[in-house]
């Protein structure tokens, strides 16, 4: 009996609200009894004589019988008993053969509480009382909250169906959007040698992706923050913008410089330069329509990253399964390739160009979930890389 030292009925959830000689009197009534690991207390159909069993030390596993899909019996555990847990309490209130099988799931040390009947206004039957009474208690507090749980998964299934559903058919827009582009890109004319007429058409290609992926963020029912459409993060969004498109310029002049020096060819270029794009020895920077186009370009530098990031990255973070870290890069890449893939018309050195600051402003993107701090830095370092830095005269020189 020294086992029973241990069990303190008045912090089993079944005897707490027993009286204290209520609880002395089932003390009294409790029998202690041993099991090796596998040894059953209760089979799966088997009557119950009438006892309820406390865990003492050690665990219980319960299982139900069931079929393996080659039609094999298979035992599925659906529940584990520890110390201050009760077993066999259903099948005593309904007198019912058990449902499923008791077994010790490590070394095991229960008290065993005989509740059999015996004659009318007897000790033994009011503690019986007591105790069933107990036990019809926390059954019927159980099944409201068995309701309660239920209700609350339905809604949370339903809720998290709807966000899935909205995720999706903002994915599918994305999709679409890029098989329609590039079905467009195949039928019309190379405009290799014409920069002037790809600028021309880069905003019209963005206010029209835009222009397709708003209603569908409207109609998700998301708020727009799950989109990074949200000031209430703006200072710190704008200084880690600023900060990280600061480093990065940083380490565009360096490898710039770096190009110069090591290579004959480049070397009356210097690393600050105005752009001076020609196209057949006629400089295209002179003509308005370029110009016209790339203000355009960069005013309608928000309406970019609200494709890439707000349309792309976002849903697609949240679609995917798996770790953070998994899920952050994966999206972060898939959007930038989208972003990249849309400048293609232009040529494919600047694609390949739009792609490695594209891979920084969606880093920005999932560290602020800010559209504003990835538009800041589209806008300063697309803006320095144009007109402080040359880029295309860079990369045609390269070339």
Not at 110 to 126: F, I, Y
Not at 275 to 284: K, S, W
Request: with cysteine; charged share 20%.
């Amino acid at each position: 009996m020294t086992h029973l030292l241990d069990l303190k009925l008045d912090t089993v959830p079944l005897f707490d609200r027993l009286k204290p000689d209520q609880r002395d009197a089932v003390r009294e009534r409790l029998q202690v009894r041993t099991y090796r690991t596998g040894d059953v207390l209760l089979r799966e159909g088997q009557v119950n004589p009438g006892c309820l069993f406390i865990i003492v030390h050690g665990e219980a596993a319960l299982s139900k019988t069931g079929r393996a899909l080659n039609g094999e019996p298979v035992e599925y555990c659906v529940g584990v008993r520890r110390p201050g847990d009760v077993c066999g309490a259903m099948s005593l209130l309904d007198g019912k053969p058990v449902s499923v099988t008791i077994a010790a799931r490590t070394p095991l040390t229960v008290a065993a509480l005989d509740l059999r009947p015996r004659g009318r206004n007897t000790p033994e039957r009011r503690i019986r009382n007591a105790v069933i009474g107990e036990l019809r208690r926390r059954l019927a507090t159980r099944a409201r909250a068995s309701i309660d749980e239920k209700v609350a998964s339905l809604r949370q299934e339903a809720e998290f169906s709807r966000y899935r559903n909205a995720v999706c058919s903002i994915l599918v827009t994305a999709l679409s959007l890029l098989s329609v582009y590039t079905l467009v890109l195949s039928l019309i004319p190379s405009f290799e040698n014409l920069l002037a007429v790809n600028f021309a058409a880069s905003p019209f290609i963005i206010v029209f992706f835009a222009l397709m992926f708003f209603p569908v963020i409207r109609r998700s029912g998301l708020p727009l923050a799950f989109f990074g459409m949200r000031l209430d993060n703006w200072r710190y969004a704008l200084g880690y913008a600023l900060a990280a498109s600061a480093a990065f310029l940083a380490i565009g002049v360096a490898v710039k410089w770096a190009i110069i020096a090591s290579t004959p060819s480049l070397s009356g270029m210097t690393v600050i330069s105005f752009a001076d794009v020609r196209v057949g020895d006629e400089p295209v920077m002179t003509s308005p329509l370029y110009w016209t186009a790339v203000s355009l370009y960069l005013l309608l530098t928000p309406l970019q990253e609200f494709v890439a990031r707000c349309g792309i990255q976002a849903p697609l973070y949240a679609f995917l399964d798996g770790g953070e870290g998994k899920r952050r890069a994966y999206s972060i890449f898939v959007s930038t390739l989208v972003f990249s893939a849309a400048h293609a018309h232009i040529s494919l050195e600047f694609a390949l160009a739009a792609f490695i600051p594209g891979m920084l402003w969606g880093w920005i993107f999932a560290q602020t979930n800010s559209l504003l701090a990835a538009s800041v830095s589209h806008f300063v370092i697309g803006g320095a890389g144009v007109f402080l830095f040359g880029v295309e005269e860079f990369v045609s020189a390269l070339k």
